[in-house]
């Protein structure tokens, strides 16, 4: 297949590439570089430089090749910033998304996979959390994601689009041998800012340790990447075949708190590195656990390389191999 993939010089996009890639699929990168990489782009995939928002590069990306597919990750991602940001989370997040979409259509592609998050549910009410879950963003951030998702069911009632929702939880790790891994800038999440701490023994600031939770700092589901780049090829493998609208939670159905996660990173660093506690940042959810039961049962996806373990030993040989 010739698949588009946006935001492909990101955290999970490169990775997500790179698996394509090696299963035999062309690949087209569109991507700003603005948060991106340009050197984690496997040279193997037509990378085209440019904004979304950007009608003559949107022109020109569709004109110069056919697509049977989309995998659509581009977006701002940090919730923290989107309390502070919420324009531009509104703007390049849904605005831009219906804008590029409304242009796929009108290149009869009617295939698309969309990068959403756990954050469309809020403070949840129930946990595990089903996709049937009330919807009640915190921030921006998550709601910007759910607005997306509305315009993908009206697309698909009006133009016939066929589109699958992964709902991510806490997506996280590095490959195995240590050659690829996560570095965001700005870096928010908790796993690359305590390997730092780790790696440069200086101190980590937790964000809270009053949440209503059994220890008290929240409470995430983490998915190593590699499991979640094999959540996107079982969605592409279902979109062949059927049409409609379909949303899966991509998580383990476990969670571990910010202070077990530390915990582990000392452990596999053996750096009794200083932990300080900051002030809850605006937006955090208590507990985000998912129901991962729909994946699992319809597209046959289970977790490889998501025990807390094997992602902090990958995310440590990572973060060692580049003296963050």
């Not at 581009?74 to 219906?98: C, L, R, V």
Request: charge should be negative; hydrophobic fraction near 40%.
């Amino acid at each position: 297949m010739k698949i588009l993939v946006t935001g492909g010089s990101g955290y999970i996009g490169s990775f997500m590439v790179k698996r394509l890639l090696s299963d035999g699929h062309e690949v087209t990168v569109v991507d700003s570089l603005e948060r991106g990489h340009k050197d984690v782009v496997d040279s193997r995939a037509v990378l085209k430089i440019g904004n979304l928002a950007d009608s003559a590069f949107l022109s020109d990306v569709f004109g110069s090749s056919s697509f049977d597919a989309i995998i659509h990750f581009a977006a701002y991602i940090s919730m923290g910033e989107s309390m502070q940001k919420p324009f531009m989370y509104f703007d390049n997040n849904t605005h831009t998304a219906a804008k590029f979409f409304d242009e796929a259509i009108k290149h009869d592609i009617k295939k698309i996979i969309f990068s959403s998050t756990a954050g469309v549910y809020g403070n949840p009410v129930k946990v595990p959390i089903p996709e049937d879950h009330p919807k009640n963003p915190e921030n921006p951030y998550g709601e910007s994601k759910l607005m997306v998702e509305k315009i993908l069911s009206w697309y698909q009632k009006i133009h016939g689009l066929n589109f699958i929702v992964l709902r991510y939880f806490n997506a996280c790790g590095a490959a195995l041998d240590g050659s690829m891994g996560e570095a965001h800038d700005p870096e928010t999440h908790l796993i690359p800012c305590a390997m730092k701490a780790a790696v440069t023994n200086s101190a980590f600031t937790m964000y809270g340790n009053d949440y209503a939770t059994p220890d008290g700092t929240c409470v995430r589901d983490y998915i190593h990447v590699l499991d979640l780049v094999d959540a996107h090829v079982k969605a592409l493998h279902k979109l062949q075949d059927t049409t409609g609208g379909f949303y899966y939670n991509v998580g383990t159905g476990k969670g571990f708190s910010n202070k077990e996660v530390v915990d582990v990173i000392k452990k596999i660093s053996g750096v009794d590195f200083e932990v300080k506690i900051g002030p809850r940042r605006p937006g955090d959810a208590n507990e985000l656990v998912a129901d991962a039961s729909r994946i699992m049962n319809d597209l046959q996806f289970k977790p490889q390389y998501s025990d807390l373990e094997t992602i902090v030993k990958s995310a440590w040989q990572w973060h060692t191999s580049k003296k963050s």
